[in-house]
């Protein structure tokens, strides 16, 4: 059974701190790797992807993967209480379909 | 470009009662899915639709059916409805190996 692991919460931050959410995967074959926003009440909204090992940098957004770990997280820089949601970790399915497996998700409160 | 859209956005149905959500995309995706997502379970794969032409169980299946009426439209339909299907309903559509889309959602109660 492949299994998306997030760090229990919820993570509480005050305003302009980092918040750093993690996530593990258990299938040693995925290739990809999203981080998905949802605010209550809403559907998922997709804000970061990432491939290959290493930092990807969005704006405050950082993803950072670790293959060999089998780890991957999302650093907020710089935390907005806009920046107060669900997020969730997916990761892709070994294989030549999109199927993805996503953690139950983390949610975030920003303290102004 | 409406992206994904789904309907309804929101129903009440009896036990027993059948119904069919209608999810759309305009984006020329190949792949479409339909989740379910309840409180402290995540979102959950109930089928998928790899292709036009093609459907395949995903985690959740048991009570459900659904049909890729073209490359655009993907349906959920509920034979029999029971309490332990109330949840949110999220389709989605991707290209081939690239990120996930979702639509608004189908909140579904089942009394």
């Known amino acids: 059974q492949k299994e998306v692991e997030q760090n229990s919460g919820p993570l509480s931050v005050p305003e302009g701190a980092i918040a750093s959410l993690n996530c593990t995967y258990s299938d040693r074959g995925s290739q990809s790797f999203f981080w998905y926003r949802q605010y209550s009440g809403k559907s998922p909204e997709l804000i970061m992807s990432?491939?290959?090992?290493g930092d990807k940098e969005d704006g405050r957004f950082t993803a950072q993967l670790n293959k060999a770990s089998q780890y991957v997280s999302l650093l907020i820089r710089d935390s907005q209480p806009s920046d107060s949601a669900t997020y969730l970790c997916?990761?892709?399915?070994?294989?030549?379909?999109?199927?993805?497996?996503f953690g139950k998700g983390i949610t975030l409160s920003v303290r102004p | 470009n409406a992206g994904v859209t789904q309907t309804p956005k929101f129903q009440v149905l009896k036990t027993g009662q059948s119904m069919t959500l209608q999810c759309a995309q305009d984006m020329n995706h190949n792949s479409m899915y339909w989740y379910r997502q309840d409180p402290g379970m995540g979102l959950r794969l109930i089928y998928y639709?790899?292709?036009?032409?093609?459907?395949d169980k995903g985690e959740v299946p048991n009570g459900y059916n659904v049909s890729r009426l073209n490359k655009r439209e993907f349906s959920l339909r509920l034979e029999s409805a029971a309490p332990s299907q109330t949840s949110v309903y999220f389709c989605?559509?991707?290209?081939?190996?690239?990120?996930?889309?979702f639509g608004p959602g189908t909140r579904l109660t089942v009394l």
């Open positions: 997916a990761v892709s399915e070994t294989g030549a379909n999109s199927k993805l497996t």
């Open positions: 639709s790899a292709s036009e032409g093609t459907t």
């Open positions: 990432i491939y290959s090992n």
């Open positions: 989605a559509s991707s290209a081939t190996r690239v990120e996930q889309f």
